[in-house]
């Protein structure tokens, strides 16, 4: 069974400058795709970025990019340009790409605090 | 475009009272699920459809039961619920594209006294 891990409980920001949540994950899978989701306040859940496994190209969203290592089974996320609404819960996500149903596995989540 | 609305948003109930948990999608994903989230164990699959009268379970199931009649809606029944049933519950569709979010409900905030 895939894992995803997210060794960060907590994290805190200065606003303005940058941070990184780490996740890994365990698969025995080639393709697959994988995805940070961010959980504010209000309980909603909103995709940040995805990437494909079979990409070797860094995914980017405006502030939001992540480090891709599939050899190392890793997929951190960089938010440059810290705000104040980054505030929230972070979580990584598996999501495998072949038989069938393709089960989405999560993180238990990185909580980013934004220091004004 | 109303995509995934979950009712109630919040709910509180005795030992042993039971409740459906509603979720209705209304962008023909054939893909929906149910998740509970929970503080330090992020979110856990409960149940899953691929498509109307087909269901399986995911990695907690038990306590809870589901059924898809129709492609829409996808109710996650509580039947006879236990404090370790307190949890933040959330439906998600998505369509059969294996690349696609989820698209998530609002959660529902469930309390078992």
């Known amino acids: 069974a895939q894992t995803v891990t997210q060794s960060q409980p907590e994290m805190s920001v200065q606003e303005a400058e940058t941070v990184t949540l780490s996740c890994t994950y365990d698969?025995?899978?080639?393709?697959?795709?994988l995805f940070w989701y961010k959980q504010p306040p209000s309980r909603q859940m909103i995709l940040v970025i995805r990437?494909?496994?079979?990409?070797?190209q860094n995914a980017t969203e405006n502030r939001f990019s992540v480090n891709f290592q599939k050899a190392a089974k890793s997929f951190s996320l960089k938010i440059s340009d810290s705000q104040l609404g980054d505030a929230a819960m972070y979580f990584c996500?598996?999501?495998?790409?072949?038989?069938?149903?393709?089960?989405?596995?999560f993180g238990t989540g990185t909580k980013l605090q934004v220091i004004p | 475009n109303a995509g995934v609305t979950q009712t109630p948003k919040f709910q509180v109930l005795k030992t042993g009272q039971s409740m459906t948990l509603q979720c209705a999608q209304d962008?023909?994903?054939?893909?929906m699920s149910w998740y509970r989230q929970d503080p330090g164990m992020g979110l856990r699959l409960i149940h899953y459809s691929v498509g109307a009268g087909i269901t399986d379970q995911g990695e907690v199931p038990n306590g809870y039961n589901v059924s898809r009649s129709t492609t829409e809606d996808f109710p996650l029944r509580l039947l006879s619920a236990a404090p370790s049933q307190t949890s933040v519950y959330f439906c998600?569709?998505?369509?059969?594209?294996?690349?696609?979010?989820?698209?998530f409900g609002s959660g529902t905030q469930l309390s078992v006294l």
């Open positions: 962008m023909n994903h054939e893909y």
């Open positions: 990437q494909e496994a079979y990409k070797q």
């Open positions: 996500a598996y999501r495998r790409s072949s038989g069938g149903y393709q089960k989405v596995t």
């Open positions: 998600a569709s998505s369509p059969a594209t294996k690349h696609e979010k989820l698209f």
């Open positions: 698969t025995s899978e080639s393709d697959y795709y």
